[in-house]
């Protein structure tokens, strides 16, 4: 499964960005999918997820009522919002995705390569 996240830029603080992650060939309905972060010098985050069931839900501290992690209806792609953008934000952003329904931040067997989202002050 090959991955691609998609949806990065350049904005302001307080802007918002809608991030996709697409799977080439392939849905992600079966897929729990997580999102990841990191800028440099630092280590990666895990800033949400969503289980393949779409009974589970996981937000970092840091991002909880700033992004919304959802599925489209058709299950083929998964998507972060990001509102209320701050400039400890900027990072570049991956999706990832594992066949277990256990969300957490290890494990997953598939990444795409990472979006750039940087967020001015």
């Known amino acids: 499964v090959q991955l691609q996240a998609s949806g990065g830029g350049v904005v302001q603080a307080g802007g918002s960005l809608r991030l996709s992650c697409a799977a080439s060939?392939?849905?992600?309905?079966?897929?729990?999918v997580g999102w990841f972060r990191q800028s440099p010098g630092k280590e990666q985050d895990f800033v949400a997820g969503?289980?393949?069931?779409?009974?589970?839900?996981y937000y970092a501290d840091s991002v909880k009522g700033r992004f919304t992690v959802s599925r489209d209806n058709a299950k083929i792609m998964v998507y972060l919002a990001m509102n209320s953008l701050e400039p400890e934000d900027t990072a570049v952003y991956y999706c990832?995705?594992?066949?277990?329904?256990?969300?957490?931040?290890?494990?997953?067997?598939?990444w795409g390569q990472g979006t750039q989202v940087t967020v001015s002050s």
């Open positions: 969503i289980n393949w069931r779409n009974d589970d839900i």
């Open positions: 990832a995705a594992k066949s277990s329904a256990a969300l957490t931040a290890n494990y997953y067997d598939y």
């Open positions: 060939g392939r849905t992600l309905r079966f897929f729990t």
